[in-house]
């Protein structure tokens, strides 16, 4: 799993404007908590027009219901910042 899946996902449920997805694994590479596999940890910067009316907390769970497999299986950290 790697920031294509994400992006892919994201691109194709929500139709952004802007979007990037950048894997962040390597930061937290000596954390203890922190998965093994180097594809754990990323960032998704989004510009959607489906999130116009949506507060900021309701855009972010539209965005992990859509990633909720990779949540539960590969994902330990998921950073975002939604654009206006």
Not at 11 to 32: D, Y
Not at 38 to 56: A, D
């Amino acid at each position: 799993m790697n920031e294509s899946t994400i992006y892919k996902k994201l691109n194709t449920n929500f139709k952004p404007s802007f979007l990037k997805v950048e894997n962040e694994s390597h930061l937290h590479k000596n954390h203890p908590q922190s998965p093994k596999g180097g594809n754990s940890h990323f960032y998704v910067e989004i510009k959607s027009s489906i999130f116009n009316n949506l507060s900021r907390l309701q855009s972010q769970r539209r965005i992990y219901k859509v990633l909720e497999n990779e949540m539960k299986s590969f994902v330990h950290a998921l950073r975002i910042k939604i654009l206006n």
